[in-house]
T-cell receptor, first 116, second 116 residues
């Protein structure tokens, strides 16, 4: 099966500019996650979707970050305006919450953001 | 809230030697536990998971982990290290409550170095 697809893989922008990341989850996976991974750290959850609904966005900095998951499939994460501290890898993951693979998150390769 | 502590940000072993990566968790309810591996510039790949049942779980690439409830630990081991095992390893915990599943909570990671 095709894995989680993210784009772009790399993005370099100047501070105060906007940026957007796109994620296509594994077909049929109803739950989608966006994580942020700072250098030398573990991933931290930003937002979790079940179908179209954002069920956990408590860690999303809502003043500058926004996300959407239209039609319960693809998702976009946006930052506007970007700050120097936003430099990180943004990981998308998806999961199917039943069956033998219950609990398992499948990750994309990530989008590495550098803010200058 | 749940949390994960990985002891040792860097672990160095000789090729052919035992690999032991330590993970302790905190959770108020029975957790699901995971180990993920991350190679440079790649996403996270699941090594193994514990949900219920047998406390010794086997994963890919010869890795295994044992869930010890009394010690709140889920250490990862491999009898004989290979050069290809060099990577970043993340322990993660997930809990399920009446409202469904939370996202994965990750530790900070352990960088495994294999000496020739």
């Amino acid at each position: 099966e095709a894995g989680v697809v993210q784009s772009p893989r790399y993005k370099i922008i100047e501070k105060k500019q906007p940026v957007a990341f796109w994620c296509n989850p594994i077909s049929g996976h109803n739950t989608l996650y966006w994580y942020r991974q700072n250098l030398g750290q573990g991933p931290e959850l930003l937002i979790r979707y079940e179908n179209e609904e954002a069920v956990d966005d408590s860690q999303l900095p809502k003043d500058r970050f926004s996300a959407e998951r239209l039609k319960g499939v693809d998702s976009t994460l946006k930052i506007q305006p970007a700050e120097l501290g936003d430099s990180a890898v943004y990981l998308c993951a998806s999961s199917l919450e039943f069956g033998a693979r219950v609990g398992e998150l499948f990750f994309g390769e990530g989008s590495r953001l550098t803010v200058l | 809230a749940q949390s994960v502590t990985q002891l040792g940000s860097h672990v160095s072993v000789s090729e052919g030697a035992l690999v032991l990566l330590r993970c302790n968790y905190s959770s108020s309810v029975p957790p699901y536990l995971f180990w993920y591996v991350q190679y440079p510039n790649q996403g996270l790949q699941l090594l193994l998971k514990y949900t219920t049942g047998a406390t010794l779980v086997k994963g890919i690439n010869g890795f295994e982990a044992e869930f010890k409830k009394s010690e709140t630990s889920f250490h990862l081991t491999k009898p004989s290290a290979h050069m290809s095992d060099a990577a970043e390893y993340f322990c993660a915990v997930r809990v399920y409550s009446g409202g469904g599943a939370d996202g994965l909570t990750f530790g900070k990671g352990t960088h495994l170095i294999i000496q020739p």
